[in-house]
Antibody, heavy 124, light 107 residues
Framework: EVQLVQSGAEVKKPGESLKISCEGG????????IAWVRQMPEKGLEWVGS????????TYSPSFQGQVTISADRSINTAYLQWHSLKASDTAMYYC?????????????????WGQGTLVTVSS | ETVMTQSPATLSVSPGETGTLSCRAS??????LAWYQQKPGQAPRLLIY???VRATRVPDGFSGSGSGTEFTLTISSLQSEDFAVYYC?????????FGGGTKVEMK
């Protein structure tokens, strides 16, 4: 069974750094794109960016480029989303999600498996 | 960037009735569209991909149609468990983009 298990909720102060994780299981982690998706309180879904764990190639939404860093550790089947200096406006639920099709040139299908979400709260 | 616009924002439907949700793309995306269902406190769930292909274990009461810029999700004979928020998402080009969502509520 495919599973994405995310790290637990975080409460941070503005200016602090943070790295949250998403561990994939039950499939070939290196062969499927993983995305991070933000959901601010009572709002819709926003694509943050994606990583192909096979070669750690990343692509970001222009809205998030330079604000976060996505990475992966193939040896432990885990993807990460990182901030170097958090802002109050980063307060949100963050989901990781696995792309449906395999391979770097995957162009078919949406996100067929999702993590449970990591709630990030940034407050002074 | 391809902007996805969903309508209506809220759809009030009685149980047993059919709900029709719309999604429009700002430019042609072919059939590279997915639909998701999200219930309160839960992660989204993939319902439809390729504009009209039901994902695994999705009941046949859910159907998708459309191509190019206009898409529809139809929910037949709405059950209590179908009241939720629905999002469309295009994967034709980067950046990947979602619509703003349609909340399907009980009338």
């Amino acid at each position: 069974e495919v599973q994405l298990v995310q790290s637990g909720a975080e409460v941070k102060k503005p200016g602090e750094s943070l790295k949250i994780s998403c561990e994939g299981g039950g499939y070939s982690f290196t062969n499927y794109w993983i995305a991070w998706v933000r959901q601010m309180p009572e709002k819709g879904l926003e694509w943050v960016g994606s990583i192909y764990p096979g070669d750690s190639h990343t692509t970001y939404s222009p809205s998030f480029q330079g604000q976060v860093t996505i990475s992966a550790d193939r040896s432990i089947n885990t993807a990460y989303l990182q901030w170097h200096s958090l802002k109050a406006s980063d307060t949100a639920m963050y989901y990781c999600a696995k792309r449906q099709c395999s391979g770097w040139y995957c162009t078919v299908g949406g996100f067929d498996s999702w993590g449970q979400g990591t709630l990030v709260t940034v407050s002074s | 960037e391809t902007v996805m616009t969903q309508s209506p924002a809220t759809l009030s439907v009685s149980p047993g009735e059919t709900g029709t949700l719309s999604c429009r793309a700002s430019q042609s995306i072919g059939s590279k569209l997915a639909w998701y269902q999200q219930k309160p406190g839960q992660a989204p769930r993939l319902l439809i991909y390729g504009a009209s292909v039901r994902a695994t274990r999705v009941p046949d009461g859910f159907s998708g149609s459309g191509s190019g810029t206009e898409f529809t999700l139809t929910i037949s004979s709405l059950q209590s468990e179908d009241f939720a928020v629905y999002y469309c998402q295009q994967y034709n080009d980067w950046p990947l983009t979602f619509g703003g969502g349609t909340k399907v509520e009980m009338k």
